[in-house]
């Protein structure tokens, strides 16, 4: 068990600092990579849609607002506590607690 987050991109998972594993889908776990490379920081809505493959231009951020809110529900089920994924007001995205790879 670590004091941080953890992500790992091979086996798309994030583990909590107490040790509890969630399993990401491949976008959730794309979004994941994106927010974990700069945590406490906003990534912006286009660098999270560039990250999922698509064209910031034509993409429904609708599509974006409902997995975020999927993976904040899933979470916080396999939790009891919310994720620690905060949306920041006219700029994206932000993991707001330390994360590393693994």
Known sequence: VSAHWAFNALEWSLRSPEGIV???THSESMLMRQLARSPGQPVPRNDLILALGETPGIYDVRRLEIM??????KAEKVLGRPLPLETVHRQGLAFTEPITPF
Not at 68 to 73: E, F, G, P, Y
């Open 68 to 73: 975020v809110r999927r993976l904040r529900n």
């Open 22 to 24: 969630i399993k990401l």
